[in-house]
């Protein structure tokens, strides 16, 4: 395999809401550009990044999947796709892998225009400074409107959103794009060779594209001197330099051109290659931060992503397999990395040797000798890399970071089925954890309970697959539990006393507290008043740490108790028989005396709740959410759809995504994040209660309907 020099790289992050086509669409490009010999399809499970069988399976991308393509007369081009995940389970991969990219291009939907996970994909793309442009797909179905797309599209992330191409027909009869760069027509053969037949610009079109053109002009002179001076004397612009001024403006994030696309019946397909070759930036362009600690810490360092620069590579992903072990996927930040070469691990410290480097082709590996600056590769048998690290050159560490992700939101309790699957499970899920960032595996220490916590229903399911696929280890899952938690809502004065005289030694210790509330989010404060050593010095923090172990194991439900505030005021102690377990004694029944008189109360996580979808559904998904405890705190029409925003408990929020797909037969998404903690109505607060005590007393339960 030919290596290639910065210049003519291409990483490009493909982006979008769920079922946009990405995975579709980056099959097209590559069968086009001769990379495969037939057109791979997500319906028959043979596209070139949805490789894994969990993906095959669910016709959904899981993981990021990375595929290149060599591209272009003459000099050609390596673009290397990010295949990334759409739908809302699996974004944190999406962003974790996103860091690779140097631009990306967001599909839409050309029937639903922006969605939920659009907005979060341009949101990533801000973060991380990327030029993008938009690909509008499923041109080709029943309803799609350019227009409408458009309209939708420039409503959310404005005026700066420009058309480079106007598509030829729509619906059944789309067949191309006129291209109002050249001003030529590109048509295709519906599910062809994605290669465009040019020609001239059909007539009824003419008018709108002349237009479309000038506006396009008008936009790409705009933002540069000499383009707007040969704009005002010949009144437009050589399409060399219209070219070129585009390029510039989309590196300068200063405008976003739209495509259009059927990804199914490879419609378009050209185009778009042509366009990431002469108008998207290679990775010379771009400078990343790195820092000199690990962490975003210490200086930070503005390296050139540039040959001549020493040796950096960045991890940005790993891959656990249970053949090949792990693989480790890799930007070279910097400087040639040359086959078989050893490179310094600077976060752990450790020297690695990277024998066989490779490109990746979907699942497969193709051999390199050298992979220069800005261009991605994967390795196989590092010792001790994983995602997140960075390697090179001894004498000159950096550190790049990863993507900052948001803690999980969804919480189960898995059980091993057998006693072997509970031997295997461990070692199973340590695999699990180290390529997946967004997966917590933890253990209660109150239940006992293993718990895995993950971004979404789908991500939990899709752990709970591999599991069983790739280690052959069962589990079940139990519904996410609702982490509740306890409060006062009042003011206590309490003694605690702890005194046993059984011959021998006696223990002895009394403390008296007031308790209060604090404010929501507080947690927990411990106020040490105690004068003239009515409880000596050393026995003060047995007495907290009393009172915070019982606050932890609860009072009312067994839900940690939090937002109180404790002032220790005096007490009593025995030279001989006070010691630091009575007074922890002591603590622990001062608290459960203060919670009685508290008035205690139960709290509940309120989640933040965007739902989009088509407009006409308005009225039923905000009745649903008002039956769900919700209230709507706003809503706004964009482009044909709604954005319902509202807040919820997590408790009316576990079958969501069921409920909402079976109202809006699938049209609808929506988007969740934790907000805050509030009081649980007082009849539902005692169903919970009792349920708790119910469950402490080992009696069986009635499941709620
Ligand atoms: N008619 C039509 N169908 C399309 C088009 N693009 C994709 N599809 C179909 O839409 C479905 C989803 O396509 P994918 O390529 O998997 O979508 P995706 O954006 O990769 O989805 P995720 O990776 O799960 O976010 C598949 O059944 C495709 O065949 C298109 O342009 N026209
Ligand atoms: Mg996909």
Redesign the pocket.
């Known amino acids: 395999m030919k290596s290639y020099p910065t210049e003519a790289i291409r990483n490009v992050g493909i982006v979008?809401?769920?079922?946009?086509?990405?995975?579709?669409?980056v099959s097209s490009l590559l069968f086009t550009a001769g990379m495969t010999n037939r057109l791979g399809?997500?319906?028959e499970g043979n596209t070139v990044t949805?490789w894994d069988e969990e993906e095959i399976e669910r016709?959904?991308?899981i993981k990021t999947g990375i595929a290149f393509a060599e591209w272009g007369e003459g000099q050609k081009v390596k673009i290397n796709f990010l295949?990334?995940?759409?739908?809302s389970s699996f974004m944190h991969e999406t962003k974790a892998t996103l860091v690779a990219a140097d631009s990306a291009l967001i599909?839409v939907d050309a029937v639903a225009g922006v969605q939920v996970v659009t907005e979060k994909v341009w949101d990533y793309c801000t973060e991380y400074d990327l030029p993008r442009a938009f690909v509008f797909?499923?041109?080709?179905?029943e309803l799609a409107s350019f227009q409408r797309t458009l309209e939708s599209v420039r409503s959310v992330f404005g005026r700066a959103v420009v058309p480079i191409q106007l598509p030829i027909g729509e619906e059944k009869q789309f067949r191309g794009a006129v291209d109002l760069i050249s001003m030529k027509a590109l048509t295709y053969e519906p599910e062809g060779n994605g290669r465009a037949r040019v020609g001239e610009i059909p007539a009824e079109l003419s008018e709108a594209a002349k237009t479309a053109h000038e506006a396009l002009v008008e936009m790409v002179a705009e933002g540069d001197d000499k383009l707007m001076e040969e704009f005002f004397e010949k009144g437009t612009l050589s399409p060399e330099h219209l070219l070129q001024g585009l390029r510039e403006a989309v590196a300068a994030k200063r405008l976003f051109p739209v495509l259009v696309?059927?990804?199914?019946?490879n419609i378009g397909s050209e185009g778009i290659l042509n366009f990431i070759a002469t108008v998207l930036p290679s990775p010379a362009a771009r400078t990343v931060t790195a820092y000199s600690e690990p962490g975003r810490k210490g200086q930070p360092v503005e390296r050139a992503i540039r040959d001549d620069q020493p040796l950096a590579v960045f991890v940005f992903k790993t891959l656990a397999d249970p053949f090949a072990g792990r693989i480790n996927f890799f930007k070279v930040m910097s400087g040639v990395l040359k086959n078989d070469s050893t490179l310094m691990n600077y976060n752990r410290s450790t020297p690695e040797r990277f024998q066989h480097i490779q490109v990746m082709q979907g699942k497969s590996g193709i051999a390199v000798a050298e992979l220069h600056a800005g261009d991605l590769g994967a390795i196989a048998k590092l010792k001790e890399t994983l995602s997140g690290d960075t390697l090179g050159d001894k004498d000159a560490p950096i550190f790049y970071a990863t993507a900052q992700l948001p803690e999980p939101s969804l919480t189960f309790a898995i059980e091993p089925k057998s006693r072997a699957d509970e031997d295997r499970i461990g070692n199973a899920i340590h695999r699990l954890l180290e390529e997946d960032f967004a997966l917590r595996f933890t253990r209660d220490p109150q239940t006992k309970e293993f718990l895995l916590s993950g971004a979404g229903q789908q991500h939990i399911e899709a752990v709970v697959s591999k599991l069983h696929k790739r280690y052959h280890v069962d589990v079940s899952l139990k519904p996410p539990k609702v982490p509740y938690r306890e409060t006062i809502r009042g003011k206590a004065d309490a003694e605690g006393k702890h005194k046993k005289q059984t011959g021998g030694r006696g223990q002895f210790g009394i403390c008296r507290i007031r308790m209060e509330p604090l404010p929501r989010g507080k947690g927990f404060e411990f106020v040490d008043e105690i004068f003239g050593g009515a409880i000596p010095k050393n026995y003060i923090p047995a007495v907290e740490k009393g009172i915070r172990e019982a606050a932890e194991r609860g009072y009312l439900a067994g839900y940690p108790v939090v937002d109180f505030r404790v002032v220790l005021y005096d007490g009593k102690y025995h030279e001989v028989d006070s010691s630091d377990m009575a007074f922890k004694i002591a603590g622990s029944l001062a608290f459960k005396e203060a919670m009685k008189q508290a008035k205690p109360a139960l709290l509940e996580p309120i989640m933040n709740v965007e739902v989009y979808a088509p407009e006409q559904f308005s009225g039923d998904i905000m009745g649903n959410l008002s039956a769900r405890r919700g209230r709507i705190s706003g809503s706004e029409v964009r482009g044909g759809n709604v954005i319902v925003k509202a807040q919820v408990p997590l408790a009316e929020m576990l079958t969501y995504a069921t409920d909402l797909t079976s109202l809006t037969q699938g049209r609808a998404s929506y988007s969740m994040e934790f907000s805050h903690y509030d009081f649980v109505p007082a009849e539902l607060a005692e169903k919970i209660i009792a349920q708790a005590k119910a469950e402490r007393e080992g009696e069986p339960v009635e499941e709620e309907a």
């Open positions: 979008g809401h769920g079922d946009t086509g990405k995975t579709q669409l399809k997500v319906t949805d016709k959904i991308t295949d990334t995940p759409g739908y599909l797909n499923w041109m080709d179905r696309s059927s990804a199914l019946l």
